[in-house]
Each structure stands twice: as C-alpha cells, then as structure tokens.
Nanobody
Framework: QVQLVESGGGLVQAGDSLRLSCVDS????????MGWFRQAPGKEREFVAA????????FYADSVRGRFTISRDIAKKTVYLEMNSLLPEDTAVYYC???????????????????WGQGTQVTVSS
C-alpha cells in the first residue's frame, strides 16, 4: 500500500525557516522522481520543487528558487523541502508526490504524479 506522510509544517514568522519531510512508509519509491506542491486557500495546487530519481536533477518554481531546497535520503526513504526566508505568500498546504510512470523524468505538472501525501500546513505570518 502506498503511503506518503508529510510532516514539519507549522506557524512561523516571515523570514523564518522550516524543513518539511515526506516519508514513504509504504511501497518504496526511492528510485522515482518526487515533487512538492502547495495549495493556498482559494487557489489551484501549484508546483514547488522536484527531484529526480538519483538527485541528479532538481527544479524549482520561480517563486521559491534560491529560498527552498529539495533533497532526498534514499536510506531513510524521505524527501525534504528546506524552506528559508519564508514569506506570507508561502502560506499553503504542502503536499509531496511520487511519479511512478516516468522513473527517469523530472515532471513539474501535478497531473504527472500519481501518489500523494495528505499534506502539511505551513502558515507564515507577516
């Protein structure tokens, strides 16, 4: 059974940092691309960052590039999203996802991901 579990969200002030974690506690997706997405109230889910199966390729949304860092620990079956210099507009529910259809790709569209976590809330106050 597939189970992605996010953690690490919370309420912080602008300029603070958070690190989100996503553990693959079910089927092992350690060799597939993974991504982080977010959805703010009243808005569509948007791409944040993606990491290839071997961490060799990374890609970020323009809005977070230079502030967020995606990484993965194969042994721990965990993907991380380090978020620095947080802004109020970063407030959203953050989701991790796995793409099992194109193992060697680096997709940035939510439709290309087929397994999702339940999300973790990040709230940044000004």
């Amino acid at each position: 059974q597939v189970q992605l579990v996010e953690s690490g969200g919370g309420l912080v002030q602008a300029g603070d940092s958070l690190r989100l974690s996503c553990v693959d506690s079910g089927r092992t997706f350690t060799t597939y691309p993974m991504g982080w997405f977010r959805q703010a109230p009243g808005k569509e889910r948007e791409f944040v960052a993606a990491i290839s199966w071997n961490s060799g390729n990374l890609f970020y949304a323009d809005s977070v590039r230079g502030r967020f860092t995606i990484s993965r620990d194969i042994a721990k079956k965990t993907v991380y999203l380090e978020m620095n210099s947080l802004l109020p507009e970063d407030t959203a529910v953050y989701y991790c996802a796995v793409n099992s259809r194109t193992p060697r790709g680096l997709p940035i569209s939510s439709g290309e991901y087929d397994y999702w976590g339940q999300g973790t809330q990040v709230t940044v106050s000004s």
